[in-house]
């Protein structure tokens, strides 16, 4: 059984280009959430989906940042025209059902550098 | 003030040792505690779950939490070098998202 993939593992990216971070959730998990991670500091939640819906999006910044989890497929974290200050390792989680604290696995990461 | 904090370490041990790991909060809010190991450069690993105060041991881990004092503790008994990592406290206020984390405690076990 397959964990929690993330792709791509390392990204580049030259300051206005678009970054776009997949997830695909552990099977039979509905549920996904994605986090930042600043050097020196903890993990900041972002945004919290199920499928085709977004639930909590009150960790995203408010411009340039999106996300989506389609009825297929993986969950997207869309950045565009990033800056030096989106450099950062994005994870994502997943659970099996809504409230599951116990149950949340994260990926191992996708880290972008902006140049 | 920080929401969560957690004092980055490192923290150097020899191996064998008890490991005592600290956070404090501000938010009396908060319900969930939990605590998750990192290893260098991969995510998260879920280690401890705690609702409201009391304790929780699994295996060499036991987990304290304090809501009066606001201070969750992570206890590592006869620490090994696998045990060397960063360990971070996260804590919520409904439990299952929105989690707060701390920036983590990196420890070093020294065989």
């Known amino acids: 059984n397959a964990g929690v993939m993330q792709n791509p593992r390392h990204l580049v990216r030259r300051r206005g280009q678009e970054a776009r971070l997949r997830c695909s959730p552990m099977?039979?998990?509905?549920?996904v959430y994605w986090y930042r991670q600043l050097p020196e500091e903890g993990l900041k939640f972002m945004v919290y989906?199920?499928?085709?819906?977004?639930?909590?999006e009150s960790g995203m910044p408010k411009e340039r940042f999106s996300a989506e989890f389609p009825k297929e497929g993986p969950s997207i974290l869309r950045i565009q025209q990033v800056v030096r200050g989106d450099s950062a390792a994005y994870f994502c989680?997943?659970?099996?059902?809504?409230?599951?604290?116990?149950?949340?696995?994260f990926g191992p990461g996708t880290r972008l550098t902006v140049l | 003030q920080k929401e969560v904090e957690q004092d980055p370490g490192p923290l150097s041990v020899p191996e064998g040792a008890i490991v005592s790991l600290n956070c404090t909060y501000s938010?009396?809010?908060?319900?969930?505690f939990m605590w998750y190991r990192q290893y260098s450069r991969k995510g998260p690993e879920l280690l401890m779950y705690?609702?409201?105060?009391g304790n929780k041991e699994d295996g060499r881990f036991t987990a304290q939490v304090d809501k009066s004092s606001k201070y969750i503790s992570l206890f590592i008994r006869d620490s090994q070098p696998s045990d060397s990592a960063t360990y971070l406290c996260?804590?919520?206020?409904?439990?299952?998202?929105?989690?707060?984390f701390g920036p983590g405690t990196r420890l070093s076990v020294l065989p």
């Open positions: 989680a997943s659970s099996p059902q809504l409230g599951s604290t116990d149950t949340q696995y």
């Open positions: 099977k039979g998990h509905s549920h």
């Open positions: 989906l199920q499928k085709e819906n977004i639930i909590d």
């Open positions: 938010n009396s809010a908060f319900q969930y």
């Open positions: 705690t609702y409201s105060s």
């Open positions: 996260a804590m919520s206020v409904t439990g299952g998202q929105n989690f707060v």
